[in-house]
Nanobody, 122 residues
C-alpha cells in the first residue's frame, strides 16, 4: 500500500557531504514519524535520526552536529543532510515511516525503503 523510494547515496571522501531523500507514496492519511537508520557490514541496523510530523527530531549521538533531518510534510518526504562525513558513516541507509492509512482507523504501520548505500573513503 505504501512505497518508500530513497535516493542520494554514493561515494564521498571523508569530510564531504551527501543529502539523502526518501519519498513516500500510496494510501497515506498521516505519517507520524519518518526517519533514517543504517546498517554497516557485520553490524546491526541502528537509528540515525527521526523526525515527527510536529517537528520534533532525534539523533544518534554519533551524528549529532553533523547530520540534519528534515521533512516536507506536503510531499511526504524526508531528507538527511550529512556533513563532515567519516569512514565510520559507511553503511546502507534505510528510510523508515510510521503511517496511518485512513482517518477512521488509528492503526499505524511500519514501512521501510530498499536502502541506499553510502561509502565514505578515508
Amino acid at each position: 500500500q505504501v512505497q518508500l523510494v530513497e535516493s542520494g547515496g554514493g561515494l564521498v571522501q571523508a569530510g564531504g557531504s551527501l543529502r539523502l531523500s526518501c519519498a513516500a507514496s500510496g494510501i497515506i492519511f498521516n505519517i507520524r514519524t519518518m526517519g533514517w537508520y543504517r546498517q554497516a557490514p557485520g553490524k546491526q541496523r541502528e537509528l540515525v535520526a527521526t523526525a515527527t510530523s510536529g517537528g520534533s527530531t532525534n539523533y544518534a549521538d554519533s551524528v549529532k552536529g553533523r547530520f540534519t533531518i528534515s521533512r516536507d510534510n506536503a510531499k511526504n518526504t524526508v531528507y538527511l543532510q550529512m556533513n563532515s562525513l567519516k569512514p565510520e558513516d559507511t553503511a546502507v541507509y534505510y528510510c523508515n515511516a510510521v503511517i496511518q492509512h485512513s482517518s477512521w482507523s488509528p492503526r499505524e504501520y511500519d514501512y521501510w525503503g530498499q536502502g541506499t548505500r553510502v561509502t565514505v573513503s578515508s
